[in-house]
Nanobody, 125 residues
Framework: QLQASGGGLVQTGGSLRLPCTAS????????LGWFRQAPGKEREFVAAISRSGRSTKYADSVQGRFTISRDNTKNTLFLQMNSLKPEDTAVYYC????????????????????WGQGTQVTVSS
């Protein structure tokens, strides 16, 4: 089970840090990702991180502003969001995918097996 939190209301240019905690054992055997869904739009990929944490991938729209990281000792995934824009407003979801390969990552939401409930991020202009 995944539990995302940390969402809220922030002004343009502000920052938020989203944690996602997992109750699953063997947390370090899962590739992890963040996705988001804005009102009236389909869910989209934001960022992903490999089991080891050494490999990451970002959507072009957040590259350079967002940072994904993980703490395998605390079963927690993070998304640090800086320089937030109104177009970042969405419900943010964390997701996990079992992977045998330590550096495997994917932006394909169909490959993720487990999902958190989502946390709302609203950026005011």
């Amino acid at each position: 089970q995944l539990q995302a939190s940390g969402g809220g209301l922030v002004q343009t240019g502000g920052s938020l840090r989203l944690p996602c905690t997992a109750s699953k054992r063997n947390f370090n055997q899962y590739t992890l990702g963040w996705f988001r869904q804005a009102p009236g739009k389909e869910r989209e990929f934001v960022a992903a991180i490999s089991r080891s944490g050494r490999s990451t991938k970002y959507a072009d729209s957040v590259q350079g502003r967002f940072t994904i990281s993980r703490d395998n000792t605390k079963n927690t995934l993070f998304l640090q969001m800086n320089s937030l824009k109104p177009e970042d407003t969405a419900v943010y979801y964390c997701a996990a995918r079992y992977s045998r390969l330590p550096e495997s990552i994917t932006f394909d939401e169909g490959q993720y097996e487990y999902w958190g409930q989502g946390t709302q991020v609203t950026v005011s202009s």
